[in-house]
């Protein structure tokens, strides 16, 4: 599996608040880094029971997710994710992923790089 490949997974993740196609995509020790959180799951159990809790939260309240795949301009370049939870005009995070033998290995949510620093391409998987 690509970057680009684990990244729209991921996507169709956030966008449809479904944890469940992506469990068989995270390697065992997968991580999850958040810029703006104090919490870091490590581990696929607990990466897993984090979003599931974010999903779940957001979906009681309503709240609507977009995940468009882009491409950095900046550093470290490359795919990305750009994320939002208030409108796709208004994205707020970089989402970056790294992958090992075929299995996602990282997830790293960003507010630096900034989402504004991406190339949009106005795919957002589903």
């Known amino acids: 599996m690509s970057e680009l490949e684990a990244l729209r997974a991921i996507g169709r993740a956030l966008n449809t608040l479904s944890v469940e196609p992506l469990i068989p995509l995270l390697a065992d020790g997968v991580t999850f880094f958040s810029q703006t959180s104090w919490v870091d799951p490590k581990g696929k159990q607990d990466v897993v029971a984090y979003l599931d809790q ?40 970089t989402f970056l992923v790294k992958v090992n033998e075929g299995k996602i290995t990282e997830i790293t949510a960003a507010i630096i790089p900034e989402p504004q620093q991406s190339i949009r391409t106005g795919e957002f998987p589903i």
């Open 54 to 93: 974010k999903f779940s939260a957001a979906r009681a309240s309503g709240q609507r997710t977009w995940a468009e795949v882009g491409h950095l301009k900046c550093y470290p370049g490359g795919p990305c994710l750009v994320v939002s939870t208030v409108s796709p005009e208004t994205p707020q995070w």
